[in-house]
């Protein structure tokens, strides 16, 4: 069979390992940590991400290539190509890497993100947020993750402050209108490089401390608002001619609509759902994609909620599995565990997820609620 290598040896790319390797696939994975979860199910390349040498030699030894997170370094994607196949190429890559080109792109395959301004100087801050009124949300260009790069302005007081730390990190600055939605969504879509697009179930997203806590499927907003948001995440995938996975994080207001916050060109958190309750994976999807297979059917086989398990959950977690469950036979629900392998279980690390399947999702949510694990 084929070999396909991961640049990033995380947990996305072990679950892509995972489902590629069930389909005969060989995987390598480049990364330069000891307990990378890819490495215990792969071959590991142990270098940093920007070791040409190393990526180099993933190149002479994959059939095809594909990535896991993305930051990957511009000259390594050049020479990856050069070297090896590489369908996702590295435009997309470059495009999502900023946020102000990957608004602008979206802007472009014709969908609307939350208005923003490109920020140079303190005085332009002043007059944008003067325009976007408060709260507004001000943001590094690049690097970001986690809420980590922004800052939530409340009001002019905090301009320069808020200006100065973000300004520091010497990256350009965009600033955004605060919307007020209702519910955070995401959409996967995924597409091959023969033009096939297919989109995964629209995802209901809750977060904690800026960390995805609950993907929630179907999500619960009205129906023409699941269609609206599977349309948008075609449209940005067949706009910005992607190829492999793209996730697509959109805002809802009841009152203005669907916004698109970001993009992610891989697979998604808010896409482990589909591991048990899609009838083929985001990981299956993306393998399918990037080999250049027929996509997989994507349609949801039962209600879900995914939650995702941080290092602070671990050792409940443990705890409860070893003993019969009373609360899941009570609420008819199968919660499926995912670890992914990591040695450090620091909090807010992730470190796993659980599928909570179920008949509806009040259920799935009932247990999680009445379970102790997440009351950390
Ligand atoms: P990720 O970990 O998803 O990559 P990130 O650090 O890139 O996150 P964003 O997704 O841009 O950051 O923002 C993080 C969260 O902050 C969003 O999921 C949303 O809850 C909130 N947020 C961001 N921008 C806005 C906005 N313009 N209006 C309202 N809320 C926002
Ligand atoms: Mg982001
Ligand atoms: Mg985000």
């Not at 594909?66 to 390594?76: I, L, P, Q, R, S």
């Amino acid at each position: 069979g084929s070999t396909v290598g991961i640049l990033g040896g995380g947990q996305l790319g072990r679950m892509m390992a995972l489902a590629g390797s069930a389909m005969g696939y060989r995987f390598i994975t480049l990364d330069p940590a000891d307990d990378a979860p890819c490495g215990q199910v792969a071959e590991q390349i142990k270098a940093a991400y920007d070791d040409h040498e190393a990526a180099r030699q993933l190149a002479s030894r994959s059939d095809v290539i594909t990535y896991e997170f993305e930051n990957v370094d511009a000259g390594v994607a050049e020479m990856l190509m050069a070297e090896s196949l590489v369908p996702q190429g590295s435009r997309l890559l470059h495009t999502t890497q900023h946020r102000l080109r990957e608004k602008r792109a979206i802007e472009a395959a014709g969908v609307r993100v939350a208005p923003y301004a490109e920020i140079t100087s303190l005085a332009d801050l002043e007059d944008e947020a003067g325009r976007f009124g408060y709260p507004c949300v001000l943001k590094t260009a690049t690097g970001g993750y986690d809420g980590k790069g922004q800052w939530v302005i409340k009001g002019g007081h905090e301009l320069a402050e808020a200006y100065d730390t973000l300004a520091g990190a010497g990256t350009e600055l965009v600033l955004e209108q605060f919307i007020r939605f209702d519910k955070e969504l995401s959409v996967i879509a995924a597409r091959s490089s023969r033009g096939e697009i297919r989109t995964f179930p629209a995802a209901e997203n809750i977060h904690v401390d800026n960390i995805l806590h609950l993907s929630i499927v179907p999500a619960r907003v009205p129906e023409a608002v699941l269609k609206e948001a599977e349309e948008l995440a075609k449209a940005i995938a067949e706009g910005l001619e992607a190829v492999g996975l793209i996730a697509v994080e959109m805002f809802w207001s009841s009152v203005d609509g669907l916004y698109v916050n970001e993009l992610a060109p891989r697979p998604h958190n808010s896409g482990h759902y589909t591991m048990e309750a899609c009838r083929t994976s985001q990981f299956e999807q993306h393998i399918r994609a990037v080999c250049n297979l027929p996509l997989g059917d994507p349609s949801l086989m039962t209600p879900v909620v995914m939650v995702n398990v941080l290092g602070e959950h671990v050792q409940p977690l443990l705890e409860r599995l070893g003993e019969h469950d009373e609360a899941a036979d009570r609420h008819g629900v199968s919660p499926k565990v995912h670890l992914y392998g990591k040695q450090e279980a620091k909090d807010k690390r992730k470190m796993g997820h659980v599928n909570v399947l179920a008949a509806d999702v009040e259920s799935a949510l009932a247990w999680i609620a009445e379970t102790t694990i997440w009351r950390v």
